[in-house]
Structures are given as structure tokens and as C-alpha cells.
């Protein structure tokens, strides 16, 4: 193979696009040929059955999807219940706080798979109304009374929200 | 079946890799793995080559998992050296010009090229890609056209 065909500049009148073809071709069967011949001379890989199956029980790619969610729900949940009874008086600073929340989130969504992708960014909304509605019943249930009487703009912030999302 | 198609999936393995031991290895695992899982589905309405092919170029182009080495499963036991014999074979001037250029195309333009390249007929390059043999000789066609592009932007710069 010559160099100089596939340097040629396609542009130019000269320029043979089947020769340039049979080039890229002759190039790739060289290589395929030499990659064949170094696979050959290795012997051949042992398979590992025990791996596989575990590997399978395990789920591929999909598990782990399930643990990160709950981890994503318990992280959620530690932030929804420190940080909404001390900023979301109003509706602003509550649109704020789930702002702040998502990047929390992807940050643990990234943290935890390394890479953002979308099942992991669904999971991580999931996470985030999973965690809303967790909160939103515990404090309700175990001292409900003193948030709402104590920053009583929190449940009206968190009404104007619903009343805007049911509206739209 | 896998020691039958090892070459094959080495192969792909370079080609869709930027060609490091550890990442051709990764991939090689994925692979392995599908082909393993894929089996029992397999129906046998295309010939096992081409359900290799099918499998191995869809998970190459397909999102690849990194591996932490305490984390990567172990289901082919790869000789390290093989990988990093096939690391030195790539590190070529011409051949790294030819995956440059491959590089630049999507997902589906690299697989039908690799397909092409890799002397498959056209009837079967369809099977593989799941479409018709006119549609493939067109796509073929299109690819080869964009590649000329490709270079020649190359050239230019």
C-alpha cells in the first residue's frame, strides 16, 4: 500500500476514490489479518461458567439501578428534612431548595455510577418525590404541629407549588 | 461458540476502543457476556456468525460499563499479553488515519462500515443490521461519501 494514494487530496482532479478505497481496504485487511494471527498463537480463553452465572443472578446492569434508587430516596430524605424546615418559608426559596436538590443529586447520581445517564437521572427523580413524600408524612406525623406553627409558610409554599403544578 | 468467534470479537474490540489493553479486555467481558445471556434466545433464523456480529457491534456501540479492576467480572480468563500485543499491533500511522476517519461517523455509519470493511457481503451486512440489501448499499454508499468528505477536511487542516 502506498501512503502517498491515501494522502491524496480528494479535492484535486487526480484524486481516484476507488484507488483510495482499495487502500483503506488493503490497510484494514492487514490489520485484520495480523490481529488474527496474534488471537491464533494465544490459546484459547477459558470460560467461566461460575462467573457468568453469578454474574447473571446478579442482574446485569439492572440491580444496581435499585440500590442506587434507595440510596438516592435516604440522601434525598436527609436533605428534604434538614434543610425545608429552615429555608422553604417561601415559595421561592422553595423552588430554590429543589434546584439545590437536583444538582445534590446528580452529584450523588455521578458519585455513585460514575457516569450520568438517563435510568440513573429518572431514578434520581424518583428519588427526589419518593424522598418529598417520605419527609412530608414523617414531619407530619411526629411534629407536624410545631413546624406549622412555627414557620407556617412552609405548608403554604408548599400548597402555592401544588397549586401551580395542578394548573399547569 | 465463543472460541469460535474469538477473533471476530477481538477485532471489534480494537475498533471500537481507542485500543488500550484494559478497554479492549472491558469490552471483550461485555461482549462475552451478551453472547453468553443472548444464547439461549438465540433462534437460529440467521447463521451464528451473524449473530455474533449482531451482538458484538451492538454492545460496542452501545453504552460500555468501566470496569474497576475489583470490579470487573471475569468470564473469559483474557492472557494480559494478548491485549497488549494487540495494543502494539494498532499503533500504527495508517491504520490510526483509517480509525480516525471511523471514528467520526455515528454509531450506526461505524457499524455498517465495519461490516464492509470486514468483507462481509451485502446480504448479510443486511442481516446483521437488521435492514434491507438495497438500504444497506445505499447506507454503504453515503458512508464512503462522508468519509471522502472526512478526509479531505482532514487535508485541509
Redesign the interface.
Given at each position: 500500500m502506498e501512503t502517498k494514494k491515501i494522502m491524496d487530496d480528494p479535492g484535486s482532479p487526480a484524486f481516484d476514490e476507488k484507488a483510495f478505497f482499495d487502500d483503506l481496504q488493503s490497510i484494514w485487511d492487514d490489520h485484520a489479518q495480523r490481529v488474527d494471527r496474534i488471537v491464533e498463537a494465544h490459546p484459547a480463553e477459558s470460560v467461566s461458567i461460575k462467573g457468568f452465572t453469578r454474574f447473571a443472578k446478579r442482574g446485569y446492569k439492572r440491580s444496581s439501578v435499585y440500590i442506587e434508587l434507595i440510596l438516592l430516596t435516604l440522601a434525598a430524605a436527609v436533605y428534604w428534612a434538614v434543610i425545608i424546615p429552615t429555608l422553604a418559608y417561601t415559595t421561592l426559596a422553595l423552588v430554590a431548595s429543589l434546584i439545590v436538590e437536583a444538582v445534590y443529586i446528580l452529584l450523588i447520581a455521578a458519585g455513585l455510577g460514575g457516569k450520568i445517564s438517563r435510568r440513573r437521572l429518572a431514578a434520581a427523580c424518583m428519588a427526589a418525590v419518593f424522598s418529598l413524600v417520605v419527609v412530608s408524612c414523617t414531619t407530619t406525623g411526629i411534629d407536624g404541629i410545631t413546624i406549622t406553627q412555627n414557620h407556617p409558610g412552609r405548608v403554604q409554599a408548599v400548597d402555592n407549588v401544588a397549586n401551580t403544578l395542578t394548573q399547569l | 461458540m465463543?472460541?469460535q468467534s474469538?477473533?471476530i470479537i477481538?477485532?471489534i474490540c480494537?475498533a471500537f476502543t481507542d485500543r488500550k489493553p484494559d478497554n479492549v479486555n472491558d469490552l471483550y467481558q461485555d461482549i462475552?457476556?451478551k453472547l453468553?445471556?443472548g444464547w439461549s434466545k438465540f433462534r437460529k433464523e440467521s447463521d451464528v456468525t451473524s449473530w455474533v456480529y449482531r451482538v458484538a457491534l451492538n454492545t460496542a456501540v452501545s453504552?460500555q460499563?468501566?470496569w474497576r479492576n475489583k470490579d470487573r467480572?471475569?468470564?473469559?480468563?483474557?492472557?494480559e499479553?494478548?491485549c497488549d500485543?494487540?495494543a502494539e499491533?494498532?499503533a500504527?500511522?495508517?491504520?490510526e488515519?483509517?480509525y480516525r476517519?471511523i471514528d467520526r461517523l455515528s454509531k450506526d455509519e461505524k457499524k455498517l462500515i465495519y461490516l464492509y470493511?470486514?468483507?462481509l457481503p451485502f446480504a448479510q451486512i443486511a442481516v446483521v443490521a437488521g435492514i434491507s440489501e438495497s438500504a444497506a448499499k445505499q447506507h454503504i454508499y453515503r458512508i464512503?461519501q462522508k468519509?471522502?468528505?472526512l478526509?479531505?477536511k482532514e487535508?485541509e487542516n
Open positions: - | 465463543l472460541r474469538r477473533r477481538y477485532r480494537l462475552a457476556c453468553w445471556l453504552e460499563r468501566k467480572p471475569v468470564f473469559v480468563a483474557i492472557d499479553s494478548l500485543s494487540l499491533e494498532s500504527d500511522q495508517r491504520l488515519h483509517l476517519l470493511f470486514d468483507r464512503k468519509i471522502i468528505k478526509h479531505q487535508m
